[in-house]
Structure formats: C-alpha cells, structure tokens
C-alpha cells in the first residue's frame, strides 16, 4: 500500500476493482506502469533492474529489494518481474 500511496494512487483501488468485477489484465498493467521502481537505483528505470529482481527471485540476490515490489501488492514475485519487463519494453 506504501507503494501505491507513494505514487499518489488509492492502496485500495486493486480491491474495489475487484469487488466491481472490474480486475483484469488491462488494470494490472496499468498499475505495473504507474508504480515501476528504479531497482538497482541507478536514476534509470532499464534492463540493468531486471537483474538483482531475477536474481532475487531465484533466491542468488540478498541486496536491497525495496523497490522491487514493482506492482504494489506486497510480495515480490513474478508479476513484478513481469511488469518490470513490459515497462522496460514499452509495452503497454
């Protein structure tokens, strides 16, 4: 929620889409584009951020995550690692 706050986004919003029926792909990847982080904080959101979230989420990377709940759901998975790389890729 901290994450959505940050981006000056309602941390409740993924769950009244939900409860509208109104949550779906096209909202995640919305939410992904708004709230992509800078991972490896360099001032660049890039390819070189893709590296320590795949290291992390195979369990090789013990650095700072903290940007890398990508989507702002709390966890840092695969979904982030998935918004990262539409965000990088300049997929909408």
């Known amino acids: 929620k901290r994450l959505f706050q940050?981006?000056?986004l309602d941390p409740d919003l993924p769950y009244q889409l939900q409860a509208e029926g109104?949550?779906?792909w096209e909202h995640f990847e919305e939410l992904c584009e708004k709230l992509t982080k800078d991972i490896d904080n360099d001032g660049v959101i890039n390819a070189a951020d893709l590296v320590p979230l795949r290291k992390y989420l195979l369990g090789t990377y013990d650095g700072d995550m903290s940007a890398?709940?990508?989507n702002g759901d709390g966890a840092i998975n695969l979904?982030?690692?998935v918004c990262?790389?539409?965000s990088v890729a300049g997929i909408n």
């Open 6 to 8: 940050e981006a000056g």
């Open 22 to 24: 109104k949550w779906d």
């Open 68 to 70: 890398a709940d990508v």
């Open 79 to 81: 979904k982030d690692l």
């Open 84 to 86: 990262l790389k539409k």
